[in-house]
Structures are given as C-alpha cells and as structure tokens.
C-alpha cells in the first residue's frame, strides 16, 4: 500500500509518498514526521469521505495520506 504525507510550509508543500511494504521507506518517512512533530508541527490523518480527519501523534505507516502543518504564530 502506498502512503502519502504532504507538509505545508511557508515556501508551498511537499509530497513524501512511501510503500508500506519497504521498510526503508517507511523509516524514512517516519524520521520525517518524527522531526517535524518534534519541531511543533501537527499531523492529520486524512480520510476518503471528506470528513474532518484526526491528529496524528504518532507516524502510522498504513494511513494512505496524511497532513503536516506548522503552528501559526500570531504577532
């Protein structure tokens, strides 16, 4: 199964997409949301139905997409 994680940024986004059967991959983009998470950033699981998708403490390599986005600072 192939999973995609798409981070928002201040420069647009980025797609990582893995296959969940290559560990390497998957390793990768654990790393990935890993760093991010520990940066501030909160994940969303997005589902198909359009409904509003769930944070994401921890990287499940079988969510099909899932949504990185940095916290907004107010000034």
Known sequence: MKGEMRIMGVDGDLKVIWDSEKEAEVKAAKK????????????????KDGEQGEKMKEFN????KMILVPILKGG
Request: proline share 5%; no cysteine; hydrophobic share 40%.
């Open 32 to 47: 990935q949301f890993e760093e991010l998470t520990a940066k501030g950033y909160l994940a969303f699981k997005v589902k």
């Open 61 to 64: 390599p079988d969510a099909e």
